[in-house]
């Protein structure tokens, strides 16, 4: 499943959700930022603390994005 969320006002991102086994596994596709939850909410939220410190570590990501 591909799904588009906004992690900031000026940021939108696409990822792709799967499910193996018990766990969701969701995957921001520009980045490769991969993560995963017991539920899809865990799994998104975990995504986005994630891409909050892989976009601190390479803040031009985010700047290309405004």
Known sequence: ????FILEATMELQA???KEEDM???KEVTTGVTTQG??????????K???????????????KSR
């Open 49 to 63: 603390e994630a891409l909050e410190l892989y976009l601190e570590e390479f803040p031009e990501i985010r700047e």
């Open 24 to 26: 969701y596994i969701i």
């Open 1 to 4: 499943m591909a799904v588009s």
């Open 38 to 47: 017991r539920t899809i909410e865990e799994a998104f939220q975990n995504l």
């Open 16 to 18: 792709v959700l799967w």
